[in-house]
């Protein structure tokens, strides 16, 4: 079955950091890009970063661009998203999720069901 | 960067009614690549439609979407009570950046 889990999401103070984590099982990890996509309380859907299969490009919504970063472990088949300098807009419900392609950009077929990132102090 | 508007905004209706989602950008999206998610409360969104018509794996055929360049619309027929959810539009056209519509609420009364 495939499957992407996230965590390592929890309160953090304004200007904290905090590091996600998404496990992905069922799937070639490496043949597949993959994206973070958040969701503020009672609001829609923010998409906020993305990395291709091998790893090699990552992309950014202008929003956190220079505070957090993407990268990929294909030996852990793990996705990650450091999160520094944190700000209370940043406070959402964090998907992980897998594209279609190892290409970017594409649409997402397979979604966690997300770990919550509080920003407050 | 493409921005995705959606109507209406909130969408009552019956029971084996048929539902029509508009999806609009703001330019034309290449190759159509747009896509359409359903969320429950509650839970996480999952893939319906992509390439503007295609189907997702295990999405019945009461979803169908239509549309190319910058209108583009999800209809739903023969309504279920599960089928209570929003639903947003995607764009995958326009590299680097995607875009989601801000969503459109069903509800099945």
């Known amino acids: 079955e495939v499957q992407v889990v996230e965590s390592g999401g929890g309160l953090v103070q304004p200007g904290g950091s905090l590091r996600l984590s998404c496990a992905a099982s069922?799937?070639?990890?490496?043949?597949?890009?993959m994206t973070w996509v958040r969701q503020a309380p009672g609001m829609g859907l923010e998409w906020v970063s993305g990395i291709s299969g091998t790893g090699g490009s990552t992309y950014y919504a202008d929003s956190v661009k220079g505070r957090f970063t993407i990268s990929r472990d294909s030996s852990k088949n793990t996705l990650y998203l450091q999160m520094n300098s944190l700000r209370a807009e940043d406070t959402a419900l964090y998907y992980c999720a897998k594209a279609g392609r190892s290409g970017w950009p594409y649409y997402f077929d397979c979604w966690g069901q997300g770990t919550l990132v509080t920003v407050s102090s | 960067e493409i921005v995705l508007t959606q109507s209406p905004g909130t969408l009552s209706l019956s029971p084996g009614e048929r539902a029509t989602l508009s999806c609009r950008a703001s330019q034309s999206v290449s190759n159509n690549y747009l896509a359409w998610y359903r969320q429950k409360p509650g839970q996480a969104p999952r893939l319906l439609i992509y390439?503007?018509?295609s189907r997702a794996i295990g999405i019945p055929d009461r979803f169908s979407g239509s549309g190319s360049g910058t209108g583009f619309t999800l209809t739903i027929s023969g309504l279920e009570p599960e089928d209570s959810a929003v639903y947003y539009c995607?764009?995958?056209?326009?590299?680097?950046?995607?875009?989601f519509g801000q969503g459109t609420r069903l509800e099945i009364k």
């Open positions: 390439g503007a018509s």
């Open positions: 069922g799937f070639t990890f490496g043949n597949y890009a």
């Open positions: 995607q764009q995958y056209g326009s590299s680097p950046t995607i875009t």
